[in-house]
């Protein structure tokens, strides 16, 4: 069982560092859009986190899949999945907030509504990708820093790996049922933003504020 709450203390420390990286671009984002914005009020800062706990379940289902497993068998192999899964959905998640900084000014809206719009035209965008690289570097060292600071925390929890004999007993087994419930609910609310009916999207979590903060 001691394998399964050090799971758990990882994952808590893992989606916390994600919350905090996510906010660090949405302040950057307004930092360089300053001029977009003004007067913000409380509630798009409280809408976006509920945006961003929505996000932590989508980019890093695989993540929270293998989380799950490791909560019943912990080896090195998931461990590794675990790892990996979470760097991939950190990087992905960092890089689309790390370009619409820059691509807002242009478009006046996310890089992620012209992804899901583009479609066959999606291999200009990777085109021209390189070139974005170039003109807002700044930018590009940032995201990099970002996936240092990601990957040096999972070294870090790498060396604190605990290793226990696999146990199964009733009340292990038992425990083990309660903890994987609790997971998924944690992640379920999250990913529905909360207890509401519908689950929430950008449009409601904006509703408070107005549409004009729909891009924070």
């Not at 984002?29 to 929505?54: E, K, Q, Y």
């Not at 990996?84 to 996310?110: E, P, V, W």
């Not at 170039?134 to 990099?144: E, G, K, R, S, V």
């Not at 425990?175 to 944690?186: E, W």
């Amino acid at each position: 069982m001691r394998d399964a709450y050090f799971t758990l203390i990882q994952t808590a420390r893992r989606m916390g560092l994600m919350l905090l990286l996510l906010m660090a671009c949405r302040l950057l984002f307004l930092a360089f859009n300053a001029d977009r914005f003004s007067d913000i009020p409380l509630s798009v800062w409280t809408g976006a986190l509920r945006i961003d706990l929505a996000s932590l379940l989508v980019v890093f289902l695989p993540y929270h899949l293998f989380t799950l497993l490791a909560i019943w068998y912990s080896n090195q192999l998931l461990r590794w999945a675990q790892h990996l899964s979470f760097i991939a959905g950190a990087a992905i998640s960092t890089a689309l907030n790390c370009i619409d900084i820059a691509y807002y000014r242009f478009t006046l809206k996310r890089s992620t509504a012209d992804l899901l719009e583009l479609g066959g035209y999606s291999d200009d965008l990777w085109v021209l990708f390189p070139q974005f690289l170039l003109d807002y570097y700044p930018i590009a060292i940032i995201f990099l820093l970002f996936v240092s600071l990601v990957i040096v925390h999972e070294i870090a929890l790498g060396r604190m790996s605990v290793s226990q004999p696999q146990l199964f007993n009733l009340q292990t087994i038992l425990k083990k049922v309660a903890l994987s419930i609790a997971y998924i609910a944690t992640f379920v609310i999250a990913g529905r933003g909360g207890l509401q009916y519908s689950p929430l999207d950008v449009i409601d979590a904006s509703k408070p504020a107005g549409a004009s903060f729909t891009p924070l």
